[in-house]
């Protein structure tokens, strides 16, 4: 039975709250900085917390009942902007000087997932985690979370922003976003996924450029579409590579109506639990520093004054998880997710396709599956862009002499379990050697024929898919400006992002 404060100051939110284990309950008292123009300065916003946070501290301390002391103070040590966080923690140093109990360091963005996975009661979920700069999915393996994809650029809260601030709006764009999407159509916009990794710049630009053309409101739809649906692909392929059944959802842009139906939507189909907190637990909050200092509190994870300097650049999984028992990882009934079908028949389910093993054809069948949870366009666009540069893949990949497995285009309705549309799926038969006897033309379809298979040929597809790799990147053209950018050129070092 602890009573915990907690402080944030990681970037707008002067926050302080105080947890309380007996009741439960949390209560939060933020005083939010509102640049005048522009984005976040991080000077502004640190003399904000300068003004602000003794006030809120002094709020939430009211909140202590009668007869009962403070245990701990808890803070944001990182990540986040460096003049805020240094105010913050030179508060949180005083205060738990004063009070003359313990300091407990936390980092935000496992408070955003924390939080959640205490309101929902959930064991192992896995989190999507969508703030202003940082956009990643967590999942617990071992003793740490583990980062299992991520922006390579700005974060999913950033590039809204940015691209409201093109339009004059004022920050924070979110919601201004949300609110004119309701009336918007469809137009086009890049859809970047690599992995499971995630790319917002080409985007943003792409819809800033788009308002030239466009109502503002189909394009606020759009970028809501596209960027959702991105986060929710990779939200998926996490799930489905833990086999994980539980998802929560933290950070300011998770206020979003649209993206937390679209991921329910994408948990239901696959048989998993979705929770999304309450707004006040999304945004920045020192609500969910309080309830992770209690549990770090009570596994011993404190820190000596000395050693308290704060952290711009903590990456969640650099910080060792004390407060709960480490995930074995081992088991593979939890590395894989596993569904029965209606005959009786169970099968290993991915994110996006569904490969069958088919021994008595000789072929591997591969389905790209319609997904409900996304725009028509958006779902259509992407299986037919895929399932062609795939062929395109394997063409290439069989001139160059690599064993490859022959595509076909089987007839629309083959691909039974596909919930709707026709998208022609990739079937695999078996690999051949350029020159063989019975040989493909290259870069042409063929139908399959009786070619002893599977699972050799399965494993012979595995291998094809990481050879293409190299095959396609030495023959892929010199990108020119208005192409995408690429990985390399829109990287940022690791773990500069603030929330
Ligand atoms: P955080 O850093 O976690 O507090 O998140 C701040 C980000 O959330 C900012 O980029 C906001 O624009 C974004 N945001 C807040 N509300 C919404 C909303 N309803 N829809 C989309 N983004 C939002
Ligand atoms: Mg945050």
Redesign the pocket.
């Known amino acids: 039975m602890t009573l915990v404060v907690g402080i944030e100051g ?4 002067a926050s302080a709250a105080l947890y309380d284990t007996r009741e439960e309950s949390v209560t939060v008292e933020t005083d939010a900085y509102q640049p005048a123009t522009g984005g976040i300065d991080p000077s502004e916003a640190a003399e904000h917390m300068r003004e602000a946070l003794p006030t809120v501290i002094e709020r939430a301390l009211s909140a202590v009942p009668d007869g009962r002391e403070v245990d701990a103070v808890a803070f944001s040590r990182g990540p986040g902007l460096g003049p805020c966080l240094r105010l913050a923690g030179t508060t949180a140093r005083a205060l738990s000087g004063t009070l003359s109990v313990p300091l407990v360091g936390v980092n935000h963005m496992l408070a ?1 997932a924390e939080v959640g996975r205490w309101a929902a009661d959930f064991e192992a979920p896995v989190c999507l ?6 956009t990643h999915v967590l999942a617990l393996r071992g003793d740490r979370y583990r980062m299992l994809g991520e922006t390579t650029d700005v ?7 940015k691209f ?1 601030r093109h339009l004059g709006w004022s ?8 609110r004119r999407a309701r009336d918007g159509a469809y137009v086009e916009l890049p859809y970047t996924v690599t992995g499971m990794d995630l790319s917002f710049s080409g985007l943003m630009s792409a819809a800033k450029a788009a308002t030239d053309d466009h109502p503002v409101e189909d394009v606020c739809f759009s970028l ?1 579409e596209t960027a959702f649906a991105m986060l929710a692909e990779v939200t998926e392929r996490a799930l489905s590579l833990t086999g994980a059944d539980e998802l929560v959802l ?10 937390q139906a679209m991921l329910g939507e994408m948990c239901e189909a696959r048989g998993a639990a979705f929770h999304a907190p309450e ?1 006040r637990f ?4 020192a609500g969910m520093i309080a309830v992770l200092g209690a549990r770090m509190l009570a596994a011993g994870d404190t820190v000596a004054v000395e050693e308290s300097r704060v952290r711009p650049d903590y990456r969640p999984d650099r910080a060792a998880v004390t407060w709960r028992d480490a995930d074995p990882g081992q088991s593979h009934e939890r590395g894989v997710t596993t569904v029965d079908e209606p005959g009786g028949e169970r099968r290993v389910r991915g994110a996006e396709a569904v490969v069958d093993l088919d021994p008595d054809a000789s072929r591997v069948h591969k389905r790209r599956v319609s997904k409900d949870y996304r725009h028509e366009r958006v779902d259509a666009r992407l299986r037919r862009d895929r399932t062609v540069l795939e062929a395109r893949l394997t063409a290439a990949a069989r001139r160059e002499g690599v064993p490859t497995p022959v595509v076909h285009e089987p007839a629309c309705g083959r691909s039974a379990s596909s919930s709707r549309g026709c998208t022609p799926p990739v079937s695999s038969t078996a690999t051949r050697r350029r020159g063989t006897s019975g040989s493909t033309p290259s870069g042409r379809t063929s139908s399959t024929s009786g070619w002893a298979t599977t699972p050799t040929t399965w494993r012979t597809t595995r291998w094809i898919y990481t050879s293409w790799k190299a095959v396609w990147s030495a023959r892929r053209p010199t990108p020119t400006r208005s192409s995408r950018p690429s990985r390399a050129a829109t990287a940022r070092p690791a773990g500069r992002r ?2």
Not at 10 to 13: H, I, P, Q
Not at 250 to 259: C, E, K, P, S
Not at 282 to 285: A, E, G, S, V, Y
């Open positions: 990681t970037a707008w939110a955003h985690n969508t703030s202003g700069a940082n974060g999913v809260g950033n590039a809204i922003d409201t920050h924070p764009g979110g919601p201004k976003v949300e809501q933290g950070g300011g842009v998770a206020q979003n109506r649209r993206l707004d999304l945004r920045d909050n603030r929330p």
